[in-house]
């Protein structure tokens, strides 16, 4: 039918086989399960783009109250302050700690929003079916490098929270945000897990396919 | 049957809608439900207009109504005019209820002041706003707030009073009322009229003691030592130390009547400088009179007594009351006082419909005599007062209207008779020869003493002639000569033989006697007939014939 057309010749699925996505052993396409790892053998992931856009939402809705919550509430004698992300940064970088307002921003800040623009990105152009391979498969390896580094901020409440505890005189609790940054975290990397990046290269050759044709 | 399940499912990659568009629906679901949950859980927000904003931050200051945090101040900014501060301050929706038309907010800081040291727990906490709900039943959402925390929470039973004062006295919000040195109630807030150059303080009366107050009290201002020199003497006066230092105002009920009608809370009361002038104006009502006086005037004060016959019946209100030229066109300078006399110290009652009375009163004794002078009220500080009496042999006069007022007729005062008649009597004291008087006095004292010491001699001889045997002897020899002295009385009586004799021998004497008168009247007619005898008797001759 129409799986013919939709994949490049020289892919797998072109050539009626299929990958596992557990263990990578190529099997027929008529496989239901992966006789090595008995996985539930798929051509590429089952609504791939679906369900990283679905994710992306969801993360991109979670990160509204991240930054506007707040995500510290440190008590000093008895004055309570309530500090969001971006708060924080300004704070430290009126307070003249510049590198590590950079970091601060830099790892809860630009590395989430840059992760999910990047997927939205690759989704919609997936889906829409555009021809930039490199440029695409550049920004996937991008978005794999930097996921991992999103996480720095959470982890600075949870050493401080953890750390400072001392009664009257000084505490810090995590705020709302703290739990919804985490979610924006764990969910970008869902996302970029459900993204199948084959897709980017299946579009492109059948474009480039179409164009040779025409 | 795989290949054709393969091939579906395949197909239905792109179709099927995948459930994981539950995961953002749920998440947009929970995320809508905070939102709202939030929103409708949102208070009302309330402005507050504050002078400054010391101790306000945004975001952080809280928001209490008896120690209940209700709400956070969301923004403090500047006011348009830039003379104070707009707080917003977002509220709990269970603390709308709170803010009635008469709610008031304060911002709690730590504080030192006469009443005492407050809000020190704000030391470490940072200020808040204090919210004291009042009893209105409207809502509102502006405010202005106040300084400080108000001395009387709103809701607070008692008596809200005004007290009004025109001369002068400072009090301070805090300031104690007293009754009779009781704390009762404080100053709440003070305020000057520069219209009317008034002096306003608010004071609240606690519950149990507002029933002290009715429209018989009297406030006066306690701060202080009163030393005052008048008519009536010396007095100096003090209360307790505690408002010596911090001042006060103290009421209490006129002396001499009952408690009067109750007051409604708002009413005002004049403040009286001190408590002495209560007793010289404890009425409301008196009707003025302008006196012209043709004398000096020194010693006499404002408030100084308006007498009759010895009884207070008014005051003296003013002792300058009207420019000098307005008064004194003519030739004479007169100096206007102004005085007041007020029925109800004459037993007519303190009310308005008593003042025609007395005006019809002091007309009509103006006809029959009657005058106002200055007299002396206390020599020793010279103070005067202004004295009503009748006076005979005065010259008629009417109630008179000078410069819009009613005027009433002088006579010139007793001080000046008085002083005039004290240089009299000195001078005439000044004009007696005390020295020649006393010289003479002297000698007369000199010469009685002399006489004295001869009076004593005498005497002294009389005592030792008294003494005397032979004095004593004297009696009965003198009663022996009195027996003998009787009895030769007794032979010269009419009966005794001397007497007989005697009387014999008389008439011998007389028939003797009567012999020798014609002897005698011949001798006498003629000398010579001694010697020639008696000249021969002459025949009488009728007187015809000479």
């Known amino acids: ?214 | 049957m795989s290949e054709s399940e393969a091939q579906v499912a395949n197909l239905n990659q792109k179709e099927q809608f995948s459930s994981i568009w539950l995961i953002p629906l749920i998440a947009l679901l929970i995320g809508g439900w905070m939102v709202y949950q939030h929103w409708s859980t949102q208070g009302p927000v309330v402005t507050l207009n504050f002078a400054t904003a010391t101790g306000i931050e945004a975001g952080k200051t809280r928001v209490k109504a008896l120690s209940v945090d209700i709400g956070k101040v969301e923004s403090v900014e500047l006011n348009r005019a830039r003379d104070g501060v707009v707080v917003k301050a977002r509220l709990s929706k269970s603390a709308e209820p709170l803010l009635n038309t008469d709610s008031q907010f304060w911002v709690v800081r730590p504080r030192i002041g006469t009443e005492g040291i407050s809000g020190l727990d704000t030391l470490l906490s940072g200020a808040y706003i204090q919210l004291e709900p009042g009893n209105s039943k409207e809502i509102t959402y502006r405010f202005s707030g106040l300084e400080s925390a108000p001395v009387t929470p709103p809701n607070t039973p008692g008596l809200r009073l005004t007290l009004m004062n025109d001369s002068g006295g400072t009090l301070y919000v805090g300031d104690p009322i007293s009754y009779r040195g009781f704390n009762v109630g404080r100053v709440e807030a003070t305020e000057f009229d520069a219209e009317t150059r008034t002096g306003r303080y608010q004071v609240f009366i606690n519950a149990p003691f507002d029933k002290l107050v009715n429209s018989n009290s009297r406030f006066w201002s306690s701060s202080g030592i009163n030393l005052d020199l008048s008519a009536e003497g010396v007095q100096l006066q003090t209360d307790s130390l505690a408002t010596l230092l911090s001042g006060g105002v103290s009421f209490d009920d006129l002396p001499d009547k009952g408690p009067g009608s109750e007051v409604a809370d708002g009413d005002s009361f004049k403040l009286h400088p001190n408590r002495k002038s209560i007793l010289e104006h404890p009425y409301r009502y008196g009707v003025k009179f302008l006196v012209l006086f043709d004398q000096s005037i020194r010693g006499l004060k404002a408030n100084a007594p308006v007498e009759f016959r010895g009884i207070r019946i008014g005051s003296v209100i003013s002792t300058t009351p009207l420019d000098m030229r307005t008064v004194n066109q003519g030739e004479d300078i007169r100096i206007p006082v102004m005085i007041k006399i007020e029925p109800g110290r004459m037993g007519l009652g303190d009310q308005r419909s008593a003042l025609d009375q007395i005006y019809i009163d002091i007309a009509r004794g103006v006809l029959s005599g009657m005058r106002a002078t200055l007299k002396t009220g206390n020599l020793l500080t010279g103070s005067t007062f202004v004295d009503l009496d009748f006076y005979d042999n005065v010259e008629p006069a009417i109630l008179d209207m000078t410069a819009g007022y009613t005027t009433l007729p002088t006579i010139p005062g007793s001080l000046e008779q008085l002083q005039q008649q004290v240089v009299a009597v000195l001078d005439k004291i000044n004009n007696l020869e005390i020295e020649a008087v006393l010289a003479e006095s002297k000698a007369s004292v000199e010469q009685s003493r002399k006489l004295l010491q001869q009076l004593e001699k005498t005497t002294l001889s009389l005592n030792s002639l008294l003494n005397d045997e032979a004095l004593k002897a004297l009696p009965e020899e003198l009663a022996r000569t009195l027996v003998e002295t009787r009895t030769t009385l007794r032979d010269l009586s009419a009966d005794g033989p001397i007497y007989r004799d005697f009387s014999r021998t008389l008439k011998d004497i007389s028939k003797t006697m009567n012999g020798l008168d014609p002897v005698l009247k011949t001798i006498e007619e003629k000398p010579d007939s001694l010697i020639f005898g008696k000249p021969p008797a002459q025949d009488p001759l009728p007187e015809a014939a000479q």
């Open chain 1, 1 to 214: 039918m129409q799986t013919e057309s939709s994949f490049p010749k020289d892919s797998a699925a072109a050539q009626g086989l299929l990958c596992c996505h557990s263990c990578g052993r190529l099997s027929p396409q008529d496989t239901l399960r992966c006789p090595r790892c008995q996985s539930r053998l798929h051509i590429r992931k089952p609504a791939s783009l679906q369900r990283t856009f679905a994710l992306l939402i969801t993360s991109i809705l979670l990160y509204i109250p991240a930054n506007v919550l707040p995500i510290m509430n440190t008590e000093f004698l008895g004055q309570q302050q309530l500090s969001t992300i971006l708060g924080g940064v300004l704070l430290l970088w009126e307070h003249g700690s510049y590198p590590i307002a950079l970091v601060i921003f830099i790892a809860s800040v630009l590395v989430p929003m840059a992760k999910i623009f990047a997927l939205c990105w690759l989704c919609f152009t997936v889906s829409r079916g555009h021809n930039r391979p490199k440029h695409l498969t550049r920004l996937y390896l991008l978005t794999e490098l930097v996921g991992r580094w999103s996480m720095v901020d959470v982890f600075v409440v949870a050493i401080l929270v953890a750390l400072i505890q001392l009664g009257a005189l000084m505490s810090i609790y995590p705020g709302a945000a703290a739990l919804a940054f985490a979610g924006v975290v764990i969910l970008t990397m869902l996302a970029a897990m459900s993204f199948d990046p084959r897709l980017i290269w299946d579009v492109t050759e059948n474009s480039t396919r179409d164009t040779d044709r025409t």
